[in-house]
């Protein structure tokens, strides 16, 4: 006796799957101002670079020379002055990582000080800059 083959189920078109874009979890928004900053790193000569994307925590670093970069975990001393009639202010960062358009920085150690200045220099979430 033979048995019948089963026939194979149809399978259901699949459903293109959907993309979400993660809502953003800054806790302040990035500014969209680039300033004039002066990195120093430990064994290096000072480096002209712009910052953009600034927020009390951290921003993202343009150097003028991509080849004296540092390197992604260094710890680097930031001189810049922002637009808002105070002295220049003197940050460590952390090289977090490094992408086509920059290095992320991520601020350390950073004093009350400087966190409330830099807080009044970002628009709060909803504001535009």
């Known amino acids: 006796m033979k048995r ?3 026939q194979p189920k149809p399978r259901a078109k699949r459903r293109p799957r ?3 874009r993660r809502p953003d979890a800054r806790r302040f928004p ?5 300033w004039e900053v002066t990195v120093e790193t430990p064994g290096r000569r000072a480096q002209k670079g712009r ?3 600034l927020n009390p925590f951290g921003a993202k ?3 003028r020379s991509k080849e004296s970069r ?3 975990g260094a710890t680097i001393q930031l001189r810049l002055a922002p637009p808002d009639g105070e002295p220049p202010m003197t940050m460590k960062g952390l090289v977090w990582r490094t992408d086509s358009d920059g290095q992320a920085i991520v601020f350390i150690n950073l004093g009350t000080a400087e966190f409330v200045r830099l807080k009044k220099l970002v628009p709060p ?3 535009p800059a």
């Open 4 to 6: 019948a083959r089963r």
């Open 18 to 20: 959907l993309v979400l």
């Open 30 to 34: 990035r500014a969209r101002a680039e």
């Open 51 to 53: 910052l953009s994307g």
């Open 61 to 63: 670093l343009h150097l």
């Open 70 to 72: 540092p390197s992604d």
């Open 125 to 127: 979430r909803g504001n």
